[in-house]
């Protein structure tokens, strides 16, 4: 998906393209269903939740998102500008997707920033849905929490994601650097201990991403979140490194409705 391309496409183009690159490439592309337009613009909810379901039906997308539940204002350049998106983790729309995700068995991954009622939010939705999997994004040292600035980077808690991922067996979460990595520095590369701890406890919660949203992102984010993706594991034990590397995603994406 390119931020390019004109917001006048008609839905389900962008998952038109992804079908057809897994179409050539299916041993390499895993396709999630894009929710880029949910709940926003003039595609009303009900019409969103009615494309998804046929989509889903096909039986190749093995996964939703990444969802917006709350996502800070980005105006890094033109190329990456985002607004402020704000979509509960249990409202009437997320509720329904994550039925969808339920019957179709396949996770949902969710953009939430880290704030008390976006929190609240989520822990009730994940109490009325708890056969729906879903997959929380950007858990990591770095991440932010606050507000998009930098001074906000390195605010996540540790034991807060613990407590909830002791409390809600269907969450997950990712690794991946998402806007934070502006804010990164050299020395981030080196896990912090309590966070170390985290992943190793987990170590059957947690999997990998890279956040490349759009084309500029490819050229000049992907290798260097690789590069942080790979500098994590290496200080973790082999055999949770081996899980989050790749092990649980597979575990997570194979159970077929």
């Known amino acids: 998906m390119t931020n390019r391309i004109a917001p ?20 390499r592309i895993i396709p999630f269903l894009t929710t880029v337009r949910a709940g926003q613009g003039s595609i009303s909810e009900s019409a969103f939740i009615e494309y998804a379901e046929e989509q889903l039906k096909k039986g190749k997308f093995q996964g939703m998102g990444e969802f917006m539940v709350e996502h800070y204002a980005v105006s890094e350049n033109p190329s990456t500008q985002a607004p402020h998106i704000r979509i509960p983790a249990d409202s009437p729309l997320m509720q329904a997707m994550m039925r969808l995700g339920a019957k179709h068995n396949v996770p949902l991954t969710i953009h939430m920033e880290t704030e008390p009622d976006t929190v609240a939010a989520l822990e009730r939705a994940l109490r009325a849905n708890p056969k729906t999997k879903v997959i929380w994004a950007h858990q990591n040292p770095v991440k932010m929490g606050g507000g998009p600035e930098g001074r ?45 701890q985290l992943y190793e406890k987990y170590n059957d919660r947690f999997v990998i991403g890279l956040d490349l ?41 194979s159970a077929r409705p």
């Open 8 to 27: 006048f496409r008609p839905m389900g183009w962008e998952d038109d393209f992804v079908l057809e690159a897994y179409e050539k490439y299916p041993h």
């Open 152 to 196: 906000y980077a390195r605010r996540g808690d540790p034991d807060q994601i613990a407590r909830l991922l002791d409390k809600y067996p269907n969450l997950y979460a990712d690794i991946a650097v998402g806007y934070e990595s502006v804010f990164v520095q050299p020395q981030d590369r080196s896990l912090p201990e309590d966070w170390k």
């Open 213 to 253: 949203a759009g084309d500029v992102m490819w050229e000049k984010r992907a290798l260097p979140r690789a590069n942080f993706m790979r500098a994590w594991l290496s200080q973790l034990s082999p055999d949770t490194a081996r899980k989050l590397a790749h092990e649980n995603i597979e575990r997570i994406l």
